[in-house]
């Protein structure tokens, strides 16, 4: 039923979606069910369909089906050498995240932790905290390193 709204016209958004995620989608031709196909690394996969999932939540949304309105903040932390990968020019990498999971994310301070704080519904949080986990992965994707850096930081015990 919504997936005409996550595909979009000419396909744009689900290609949109593929492009940023570095994955290929198979989407639902007409008649067929709405099963939507993802392939490529793991991770990224995981950020699409976070990304399909909030598509299909704003689709809900928008034909006025009651939606849970509870917020939830959630703290992703990165390598700090990656800060500014993951922020953009200008905060264009960052921005475009936090509009397309529809959340509010904060960016970390120079010289502090380096850590994106992330408040929204807690589908969107999730979503915008695997987008921000996968663009870490997009730095070194033949090398495991910044994925064990990211478990590490995930790991340690937070400090408030």
């Known amino acids: 039923e919504c997936a005409g709204f996550i595909v979009g016209p000419l396909g744009r958004v689900i290609n949109?979606?593929?492009?940023?995620?570095?994955?290929?989608?198979?989407?639902?031709?007409?008649?067929?069910?709405s099963v939507f196909v993802i392939s490529g690394p793991r991770l990224c996969v995981k950020a699409a369909s976070a990304l399909v999932?909030?598509?299909?939540?704003?689709?809900?949304?928008?034909?006025?089906?009651?939606?849970?309105?509870?917020?939830?903040?959630g703290i992703c932390t990165v390598p700090e050498s990656l800060v500014?990968?993951?922020?953009?020019?200008?905060?264009?990498?960052i921005t475009d995240i936090s509009r397309q999971t529809r959340t509010e994310i904060v960016c970390p301070v120079k010289g502090g932790k380096p850590q994106f704080t992330v408040t929204?519904?807690?589908?969107?949080?999730?979503?915008?905290?695997?987008?921000?986990?996968?663009?870490?992965?997009?730095?070194?994707?033949?090398?495991?390193?910044?994925?064990?850096?990211l478990q590490l930081l995930a790991r340690a015990p937070s400090l408030k």
């Open 120 to 149: 929204g519904m807690p589908p969107c949080v999730d979503a915008a905290i695997t987008c921000i986990e996968a663009k870490v992965l997009q730095v070194r994707p033949r090398r495991a390193t910044a994925f064990r850096e």
């Open 53 to 73: 999932r909030i598509k299909e939540l704003e689709a809900l949304e928008r034909e006025d089906t009651p939606a849970d309105t509870t917020s939830k903040t």
């Open 16 to 33: 949109e979606i593929a492009r940023q995620t570095f994955t290929h989608i198979h989407s639902p031709r007409r008649g067929e069910d």
């Open 84 to 93: 500014g990968f993951v922020m953009g020019a200008q905060r264009s990498v």
